[in-house]
C-alpha cells in the first residue's frame, strides 16, 4: 500500500468513525434500564482498523475520532470518560487479537473492547466522584458492553469480509473468523 492510500484510507475511516460517534449520540439512551449506556458503534471502525492497519495507524484512528467527536458536540468531560474508555478498550483488543484468528475472533475481540470500554468510563467516574461506588454499575454495563461488543464484532466482521476495499487492505492476510 502507498503511503498516499494509506492516508487516504486512514482519513476515511475517522470520517467515517466520527460521524458514526455523532450519530450515536443523537440516539436517545437505547437501554432504558442502563441510563448513559450507548452501543458503541463507532468500534466498528476501530475493529476493521486494527485487522487492515498497523497498530500505530489503528491506534492514530482512535485519536482522530475521539478529538474530533468532542470539537463537534462534545464537552471536557464527555472527552475524559471517553478517551479513558477507547484507550482502555482498544489496549485490550489489541491484546487480544495477539492471541490469534484460532484462539479468539474478532467478535470476541470487540467484545473484551466493548467491556473495557466501561471500566475505562466507570474508573473516571470513580475519581471523579472520589468514591469506588460508582463501580457497582460495572456488572449491568458489562452485560450491555458484551451484547454490543458481540453485535459491534459481527458487523464489523461482514464488512471485512463483504466489502471489496477493506479485504485488500487486510494487511496480515489473516483468516476473519466467526
Known sequence: MTKNKRLVYI????????????????????????????LGL??????????????????MIVCIRLVLATLLGGTISTFMYSAAGAILSFGG?????KLGPKRVSIIGVSTTGGILHNVGQLVIASWIAGSWNVMLYL?????????????????ANYLIKNV???RAFNKTNEPIQN
Open 11 to 38: 482519513a476515511l475511516l475517522a470520517a467515517q468513525a466520527v460521524v458514526i460517534s455523532l450519530l450515536e449520540r443523537a440516539i436517545p439512551f437505547p437501554f432504558a434500564f442502563a441510563p448513559g449506556a450507548k
Open 42 to 59: 463507532a468500534n466498528i471502525i476501530t475493529c476493521i482498523s486494527l485487522y487492515t492497519l498497523s497498530t500505530k495507524d489503528a491506534f
Open 93 to 97: 483488543m489489541w491484546l487480544v487479537k
Open 139 to 155: 456488572p449491568i454495563l458489562s452485560f450491555i458492553g458484551i451484547l454490543s461488543g458481540i453485535a459491534v464484532g459481527i458487523a
Open 164 to 166: 471489496q476495499t477493506l
